[in-house]
């Protein structure tokens, strides 16, 4: 089992990652403090490379590797589309070969675009197949270096990237509550990590779409429990088996609690997002600021930082949400 990351850990990953990714702005607007009685601004990672945060991990993972000596011939990650995109966005920055498993359902546009990045994709079926095991046996095949979505703590430490960023453009006038899309759980422990190092008492909460909550429950019940049947939804980013063993190591300690909104609430915050923000934001990427809209918690008076993690979204599915994600009165 890898070492957890800790705080120096994120540091580093910021100096390696230093003109290679963008330092993503933090947005505010009048209607969003309004909507929910608190001052929220709101980071855009959609404005990142590869259009979300999972670049910060993929490439950190990467310079890491090639930091030891340990750079391997060929990069193999498994991934329903925004790790996918990193892994080979960051295979292909240093001229490495990637093979990517994707599930067979995942949005075209994220399958496109991956392979746009050079990379050789193997389909799987989600719901039959061990994705695991797959790239298992392509790593055995062909050799290289397997890059998990999140349970790794090269990836952890370069999504804590993130939080980093937040805390230095935030110091003169810290944040009380942050919130942050939850998947495998490898972005907000990260964020987690640096956040509360900067502001031990900042609260940050975990989101998740209804019927894939298990970060929320597994916080509750103090173990890792799984999402069992895999969840089927708009928010396929935030689909993971469950928890990761090192990122709910650091989530069970730095976490106030999570959260859970519904598709309806997603696709308001998406169509939110794209009037006011000017921002496209995928499903899974939105759910932070659909609990914002949806005033999940007591917001009133707070300085809130609501994540933003991708803006990924096949074009039928953001035409669904500008449909039907019209704002009520």
Known sequence: MWREPVFEDIEAAARRLAGRIHHTPLLRHPFLDQASGAQVLLKAEPLQRTGSFKIRGALNCLLAAAERGELPSRVIAYSSGNHAQAVAAAAASLGLPATIVMP?????????????????????????????????????????????????????????????????????????????????????????????????????????????????????????????????????????????????????????????????????????????????????????????????????GRRVVVVASGGNVDPALFSRALNEGEERE
Do not use: W
């Open 104 to 300: 067979a359902d995942a949005p075209a546009i994220k399958r496109r675009l991956t392979a746009r990045q050079g990379a050789e994709i193997v389909l799987y079926d989600r719901h039959r197949e061990s994705r695991e095991a797959i790239a298992q046996g392509v790593r055995e095949r062909l050799g290289g270096m397997i890059i998990p979505p999140f349970d790794h703590p090269d990836v952890i430490a370069g999504q804590g990237t993130l939080g980093l960023e937040i805390a230095r453009d935030t110091r003169d006038a810290p944040p009380e509550i942050a919130l942050v899309p939850a998947g495998g759980g490898g972005l907000i422990a990260g964020t987690a990590l640096a956040l509360r190092t900067a502001f031990p008492t900042l609260a940050v909460y975990a989101v998740e779409p209804e019927g894939a909550d298990d970060t929320a429950r597994s916080l509750a019940a103090g173990q890792r429990l799984a999402n069992d049947p895999l969840p089927q939804g708009i928010c396929d980013a935030l689909f993971a088996p469950m928890p990761g063993e090192l990122t709910f190591a650091l989530n069970r300690r730095l976490l106030a609690g999570g959260l859970t909104v519904s598709e309806e609430e997603v696709l308001r915050a998406m169509r939110f997002a794209f009037d006011h923000l000017k921002i496209v934001i995928e499903p899974g990427g939105a759910v932070a600021l659909a609990a914002v809209l949806a005033r999940r918690l007591p917001l009133a």
